[in-house]
């Protein structure tokens, strides 16, 4: 009778413990989903509330009715924009611009990342100390020195002792980046370094002794066998780099602030949206006629979603790659 | 040797783009540059212009300490936000993928050309800066009072009421800043070997017990990489350094430009030796 009872409050007591244990899974799951959809909402708005000015027609500006989904679309912001920013050729110059510095800088900075994770020279460790010392400056200390040296450029005074004049002005080319970059100095360069030779390091040394007995020399080993291993890394690389060039404002205004890039053209954009657009209405040159700052700011605002759609658009595509590429390059382990 | 030609091409950019402008950065520094057609002319004139950047100009003083004490107070918020995130995304549930691709899309949106022209967008929309602030503010929408009145009875003392605050208020921008530390962070978590997790489970360890005893120390090293990490993120669009900028191309002062930038890099390094030293001890190292 005893035994029967204790085994019946067991079973009472176990099929409590599953329902709590069931119902507190089940309240986390809906917290988390609650916690997530909120941050994601934080991320998003700012972008679906540029989506939405963009389409919106310039009458539901002063409509306090309106959230978010306007009442009368309109292409008119976009195709401004568009006439404003000269849209397609500054996209084509800055992808042209931004593939060449990405390239240039994941070969470079791989050669490096190769060079230190393997070889051990006199030095070697000195000099990858100072590798972690190029991360940790600040920019803004070499910008001055930078400026000038590109302002009249010149190796060892070769220009100068063949033309007879003080160096070559590379500002407002993409020289300057391309100079930086080739030589593994450009943007976050030293983290790409870093990111490669923590991959190398990690790769056994027996594949490249089998290539050395197979008589293939330093450079072939690199380039037919490490390379080909290394998609991880240069994946991330590629991509930062990419990223991180597009959105650069420091380089792109010290050495190229007149040229026709996107993040130079976008800071400029608020200036020139606000004196062209009277124009563009056909208002007319008179100072005093000013366009409606709130169409102004829509006008800037639909740029804005321009200026970012390539990069959204590309990371549509990648983005799975954005987390698998960092767990396999081995910057954690 | 083999080894010093892979590394060539950063060595070659090293001296000339690297070392030699930063000797050059220390040498105008204690110097007035002119500039000249076809180069620069140098005048020196001692420690005047560090002199200057601390005692004379009317605003370093104030915007290096304001962003410094601003960086002091986001490296932990962000690091907390991020391991945060990190463990919720490494969880399984129904559209882990997409909400993976929303909270790593701040990486790739941290512009500052964006949030500049952005700024200025609504200083136009409002007429200028300070109402624009306040607009920017309002928007934000949280009933912060409430919360404060919240957080007092609950016995918090007024610091952390006020950090806390804080933190509300600027969520935008430090889950804006905090996508590659997640990334890191969410890299280090699927590193932690599944087995520790299992063996734990079965000795009759809660969930939040394996998280403080296992995951917490597995990703430790890189708390000291992410705090870094975001220390020298932190420079790439502060105030200190658009000033620096401002005082070199637009007052063309690029001596005191270069004093100011050589007391950034010297309060920044002390700021991240200090950090490494303190975050270092803490440290679980597995291997």
Redesign the interface.
């Known amino acids: 009778m005893d035994a029967k009872r204790a085994r019946s409050e067991a079973v009472i007591y176990y099929k409590f413990r599953k329902t709590k244990n069931k119902s507190l899974e089940w309240l986390w ?1 809906a917290f ?2 609650a ?2 959809i909120g ?2 909402f ?3 708005y700012p ?1 679906l509330q540029k989506v939405s000015v963009a389409v919106k027609a310039k009458e539901d500006i002063y409509n306090p009715t309106i959230y978010m989904v306007p009442v009368n679309f309109t292409l008119d912001n976009i195709r401004m924009a568009i006439e404003l920013l000269d849209y397609w050729p500054l996209l084509g110059n800055t992808l042209l611009f931004v593939t060449v510095i990405t390239l240039l800088q994941a070969a ?2 791989a ?2 990342g ?3 994770a ?4 006199p030095g ?1 460790n000195v ?1 990858f100390t ?2 972690i010392l ?16 590109f302002r ?1 450029f010149d ?1 060892l005074g070769i220009v100068s002792l063949l033309t007879g ?3 070559v002005n590379l500002l407002n080319t993409f020289w300057p980046s391309m ?2 970059a ?4 450009g943007l976050k ?1 030293g983290l790409f ?1 870093y990111i490669f030779r923590q991959f190398f390091r990690g790769l056994p040394k027996e594949i490249e002794e089998a290539a050395l007995i197979d008589g293939a020399g ?2 072939k080993t ?1 380039f037919r066998i490490m390379l080909p291993n290394a998609v991880p890394p240069l994946l991330t690389v590629i991509l930062f780099a990419f ?1 991180w060039q ?5 380089f792109t ?2 050495f190229m602030s007149e040229s026709n890039l ?3 053209n ?2 400029a ?3 020139d949206a ?1 004196q062209q657009i009277p124009l563009m209405l056909g208002v007319g040159t008179n100072p005093n006629v000013k366009a409606d ?2 169409y ?2 829509m006008v ?2 639909t ?2 979603l321009l ?2 759609l390539p ?2 658009v590309m ?1 549509w595509f990648v ?2 790659y ?2 698998e590429s ?2 396999r390059t081995g ?3 | 040797m083999l080894g010093v030609a892979f590394i060539l091409p950063w060595l070659l950019g090293f001296l000339f783009l690297f070392a030699i402008p930063l000797v050059q950065s220390v040498k105008f520094s204690f110097n007035e540059l002119i500039i000249a057609p076809g180069g620069y002319e140098l005048m020196n004139v001692g420690w005047k212009n560090f002199n200057d950047a601390l005692f004379v100009d009317a605003n370093f003083n104030r915007i290096l300490t304001d962003s410094v004490a601003a960086m002091l107070v986001d490296v932990p918020l962000i690091l907390f936000f991020s391991l945060f995130a990190a463990t919720l995304l490494n969880q399984k549930f129904k559209g882990r993928g997409f909400a993976r691709a929303v909270f790593f899309l701040p990486v790739i949106l941290a512009s500052g050309a964006i949030a500049s022209a952005e700024a200025a967008g609504l200083i136009n929309l409002v007429g200028n800066s300070e109402a624009a602030k306040e607009v920017g503010d309002a928007q934000s929408g949280v009933d912060i009072l409430s919360m404060v009145i919240m957080l007092d009875e609950a016995g918090m003392p007024r610091w952390f009421i006020d950090y806390i605050i804080e933190a509300v208020m600027r969520i935008y921008e430090i889950i804006r800043s905090s996508g590659v530390q997640i990334l890191i962070f969410l890299a280090a978590l699927q590193s932690v070997p599944a087995a520790m997790y299992e063996v734990a489970k079965m000795e009759g360890a809660t969930p939040y017990e394996s998280f403080w005893k296992i995951t917490f120390p597995m990703v430790s090293p890189l708390i000291l990489t992410n705090a870094i990490y975001t220390i020298i993120d932190s420079f790439t669009d502060s105030p200190v350094t658009q000033t620096i900028f401002a005082t070199a191309f637009q007052t063309q002062n690029f001596g005191l430009s270069a004093a100011m930038s050589w007391l950034y890099t010297l309060v920044v390094g002390v700021l991240l030796l200090i950090v490494g030293v303190l975050i270092s001890r803490k440290v679980f190292y597995y291997n």
Request: include cysteine.
């Open positions: 799951a988390r989903y916690l997530i941050i994601s934080v991320i998003l972008l470079s900075c050669l490096a190769y060079g230190f393997r070889f051990d020279f070697s000099l100072l590798v190029t991360i940790l400056i600040p920019m803004s200390t070499l910008m001055v020195p930078m400026y000038l040296h009249s190796i004049k003080d160096g100079i930086t080739a030589t593994a100095n360069s370094i330093g450079f690199f990223v597009y959105n650069d404002t420091f205004t010290l996107m993040p130079v976008i800071a954009l608020p200036a606000s700052p709130n102004v700011a800037v605002d740029g804005i200026a970012i990069l959204i990371y983005q799975r954005f987390v960092v767990e910057v954690v382990g």
